[in-house]
């Protein structure tokens, strides 16, 4: 059986989008992860903040890698996320996923997003779909 570390992995090298936000793994294991990112030009919108979208994509990344980490295969069925503060070119995110509850077939997860102040930036929180397929 592969290592959590050696799941993501995996999962990376297929995720193009992941790869262009510029994640950065800080800490996996199964159920949990900690990812990072910077906002750069590219990221924001017309109010000169961070799309929404960024930091969702940041959150179901590590929602993704947290709960795919056990080995076996899972996609979300369900998300939400509330956007708390703005977002500014430049600024470092960190994305923290815990799970909640896992079953045999779901999962509950909640990420929050922070910035490099430590303030909270968004909430989010998901289902994932537990497959029986390996990885």
């Known amino acids: 059986m592969k290592t959590p570390s050696q799941i993501v992995h995996k999962m990376m090298e297929g995720d193009h989008f992941s790869q262009w936000l510029g994640i950065v793994v800080q800490d996996i294991s199964a159920g949990n992860c900690s990812l990072k990112m910077t906002v750069t030009a590219e990221m924001v919108n017309g109010f000169a903040i961070a799309h929404g979208g960024i930091t969702y994509s940041l959150a179901?990344?590590?929602?993704?890698?947290?709960?795919?980490?056990?080995?076996?295969?899972?996609?979300?069925?369900?998300?939400?996320?509330?956007?708390?503060?703005?977002?500014?070119?430049?600024?470092?995110?960190?994305?923290?996923?815990?799970?909640?509850?896992?079953?045999?077939?779901?999962?509950i997860y909640e990420v929050v997003v922070k910035n490099s102040s430590e303030k909270i930036v968004a909430l989010f929180k998901g289902t994932v779909h537990i497959s029986g397929e390996q990885w």
């Open 60 to 107: 179901d990344s590590a929602l993704a890698f947290a709960a795919n980490a056990y080995g076996l295969k899972c996609v979300s069925i369900e998300t939400s996320i509330s956007h708390t503060r703005p977002v500014k070119i430049g600024q470092e995110l960190i994305a923290v996923c815990t799970e909640l509850n896992r079953g045999k077939t779901l999962g």
